[in-house]
């Protein structure tokens, strides 16, 4: 029997225990989990014991091991593709996962990072750049280009050409129509419906979706 590939995690919240059970069902291995509060507090994260800090990160890469970023915040909208730059490693030290209950196209293409959860699928002339992180049953139809960073939350659809930028959030059950383009570090709202394109820094929300400005939608 071919041995499991080993993955260390990059943070010790409840997206990295997630993370980690999903791994179990596949040809990955959690051995070690790496988060800036250590060695204070948690000590391991779904079964998996936390030994260091992200600095630790290229030690293991050293050993042969394969690194996943278990970290999404939509306050902090560009904190998978910080803590990517700011770990001491090359792209190739970087497991791309896609798991066996979704949907990913010969064709598409996936950066370093890239996670991909089940029921989730991924169509023809997709590219996702790095750490761009899909959730359960989104749906990116063909030739989407996703930027670093990306969050793509469950149910969300995005139809064919769409592009959007780095460090950007799709809220739960979002759409984005054919041919928009979004902008970086945009908040798209739980059920919004993107119709146009949004630029840098927009929080947008509503059907259609419009932008939130001091406390109102202009």
Known sequence: MSRLKEIVILGAGRGSAELIDLLRATGF??????????????TEVGGV???????????????????????????NRSIRIEIHRGVDCADSAWAVFADPLSTVSRSADLGAGCIIYPGARVATGVRLRRQVLVYYNAVIHHDVILGDGVIVCAGVLIAGNVEVGEGTYLGIGSVLRDGV?????????????????????ATVTGIPARSVWEGGTV
Not at 50 to 71: C, E, F, N
């Open 49 to 75: 014991a936390v030994t260091g800090t992200l600095a630790d990160a290229a030690h293991h890469v050293a050993k042969g091991r394969k690194l996943l970023l278990g970290i999404a915040n939509a306050r």
């Open 29 to 42: 291995r959690a051995v070690s989990a790496l988060d800036d509060s250590w060695p204070r507090s948690p």
């Open 181 to 201: 383009r979004v902008g970086r570090g945009v908040l798209v709202g739980m059920g919004a419906v993107v119709t146009q394109d949004i630029p840098d820094g």
